[in-house]
């Protein structure tokens, strides 16, 4: 069992940062794939990105490519979203996922890899 709780969301003007944390506990951080997605009113939830438990391989959306960071810290068990030029449609719930059991070099972009999840934290981008 893993619990899994986000923290850095908040308003931004458009062209802003913000990092999002994804804090774990109960098991071995490293053993864990780790992943962001998102879910805007009326959406289904999408995909941002994911890092491998080795934190050696990345995978981003297409959406956020060039914009958004995957990294991880297993001293600090803690995943983070480095978030840069936000736009208005980046306006969201985040969310933080772990899937148990992974290959230290699998990365997955399909919600349905991931059994822990983060009860979220909103990000609002104003135009």
């Known amino acids: 069992q893993v619990q899994l709780v986000e923290s850095g969301g908040g308003l931004v003007p458009a062209g802003g940062s913000l990092r999002l944390s994804c804090a774990a506990s109960g098991r071995t951080f490293s053993s864990y794939a780790m992943g962001w997605f998102r879910q805007a009113p009326g959406k289904p939830r999408a995909f941002v990105a994911a890092?491998?438990?080795?934190?050696?391989?990345?995978n981003h959306a297409d959406s956020v490519k060039g914009r958004f960071t995957i990294s991880g810290d297993g001293a600090k068990n803690t995943v983070y979203l480095q978030m840069n030029s936000l736009k208005p449609e980046d306006t969201a719930v985040y969310y933080c996922?772990?899937?148990?059991?992974?290959?230290?070099?699998?990365?997955?972009?399909?919600?349905?890899?991931?059994?822990?999840w983060g009860q979220g934290t909103q990000v609002t981008v104003s135009s």
């Open positions: 890092i491998s438990s080795s934190s050696l391989r990345t």
């Open positions: 996922a772990a899937s148990p059991g992974a290959y230290r070099s699998s990365v997955f972009s399909q919600d349905t890899e991931y059994t822990y």
